[in-house]
């Protein structure tokens, strides 16, 4: 079970720490004397960061063998994909764009535009055709999960594991590079968007605007460099 308000105060916390320990000056200290304490305080850090990361969560069921079953393979699965596929064009023709046609479509209607999708004009005239069939076949999985029971069943095994991924993300990002990394953010805002605004509220205030955006990551990466080449 996530403790959410727990890893907020302890994200918080750990990115005052940080930046504390950024900050430490020592007249009574010499420069290697001042490195060496800061290591010590950072690896505290660290260590109070990694004993709270959430567990792996476990590995989800496989989308391939749901999307696979879209595949026609007799006859009539043949003839009604190309009858659907004729209807998306009809579609297209029109005006429609071809997002719109996958957010409204049957899970007849998404295997045709799946089984066609590599060769559609949107991926074949595209700059980037991998990043534009990679995220057809985005839109083609959340429209899939609303209207089939094999796609909804892994969606929400999927679901299940975000708080945690999200969690450890966030946590081996401060441990790593000081920072709250994107990935994480991102994840967090998914399941939990309250969540996020608290942990980013707390932020601001744990590491304010007038500090150096850089202090605590050139802290993180100096001691580790450091730390490499010695």
Known sequence: MIDTASNISLVIAARRDLLKVAQAHDPHLTPEGLRARQR????????????????????????QPVLDALAPSTADDIAR????????SALLAAGRLLPEVIASASRDRLAAI???????PEVLEARDPASVLDALHGMIWDRLVQVDDAAQAIAAAEDATLPARAWRSIIEGVVMTGEIPFEGRALLSEVD??????????????????????????????????????
């Open 40 to 63: 010590a305080e950072v690896e505290a850090i660290r260590a109070r960061l990694t004993a709270a990361m959430p567990a792996e969560p476990a590995a989800t069921p496989d989308r």
């Open 81 to 88: 994909v190309q009858h659907e596929q004729a209807k998306v």
């Open 114 to 120: 799946l089984d066609s999708a590599e060769t559609s």
């Open 193 to 230: 968007a309250d969540a996020l605004n608290l942990l980013d509220e707390g932020d601001w205030d744990a590491v304010p605007a007038g500090a150096p955006g850089n202090l605590v990551t050139s802290l993180v990466e100096g001691l580790d460099r450091a730390t490499v080449d010695a």
